[in-house]
């Protein structure tokens, strides 16, 4: 089980009230600092699957503005585990979320959008480039089996009765896990 503990908020507006509903938002951007939101949660069981099979590089997917590239680099240089980010596009390094992983210590690898877009191809020029890296591979989003299970730990932190949930959505783990 995922140790977390974020505030639920209840939110309040003359439409609300006027139209008798009650609205609450899960302030998941506050459980960690880097790690932040649904972030921490799809990374989760990724990292201790990576740890038990002794795996010492995360491989991960995003764009150039990627948050799951920024979060899995910091919590990579977190728990001691290298990074490796495969970008989509052409290099650029006055992006602040690029210079974050970096700062954080992954190392960012750009590749065409032609190439990204390919994904069994995409796999096998990662393994072809990556042959000397002991990798555990997440794919983009951290949108994999563990990564949902790990969304599945986030109405544990809801204490009321509800009966609908809005969830933003990219990849589609958070609410497939949700």
Same mark, same amino acid.
């Given at each position: 089980?995922?140790?977390? +503990? ?25 459980? =960690?600092? @880097? ?11 990724? #990292? ?8 010492? $590089?995360?491989?991960? !997917? ?5 948050? =799951?590239?920024?979060?899995? %680099? ?6 001691? !585990?290298? &990074? ?12 602040? &979320? #690029? #210079?974050? %992983? ?5 190392? #960012? =690898?750009? $590749? ?10 995409? @796999?096998?020029? $990662? *393994? ?9 591979? /997440? ?14 730990? /986030? ?9 609908? $949930?809005?969830?933003?959505?990219? *990849?589609? %783990? &958070?609410? +497939?896990?949700?």
């Amino acid at each position: 089980m995922i140790e977390a +503990s974020v505030p639920l908020m209840e939110i309040t507006s003359a439409l609300i009230t006027h139209n008798q509903l009650r609205l609450y938002m899960l302030r998941l951007d506050l459980n =960690h600092t @880097y790690i932040s939101g649904n972030k921490w949660y799809k990374l989760f069981y990724n #990292l201790q699957e990576a740890r038990n099979q002794n795996k010492s $590089v995360l491989l991960t !997917f995003g764009g150039a503005y990627s948050n =799951h590239i920024a979060a899995t %680099a910091a919590a990579g240089k977190e728990q001691g !585990f290298k &990074t490796i980010g495969i970008i989509r596009g052409e290099e650029q390094f006055n992006n602040a &979320t #690029l #210079l974050f %992983a970096q700062q954080n210590g992954m190392q #960012l =690898h750009f $590749v065409s959008r032609a190439l990204y877009q390919q994904k069994e191809e995409l @796999y096998k020029y $990662v *393994t072809s480039q990556f042959t000397n890296e002991n990798f555990y591979l /997440i794919p983009e989003g951290g949108s994999n089996p563990l990564g949902i299970l790990g969304c599945k730990e /986030i109405t544990k932190q809801i204490n009321i009765d509800f009966d609908y $949930v809005c969830c933003a959505c990219g *990849t589609g %783990a &958070t609410l +497939s896990g949700i």
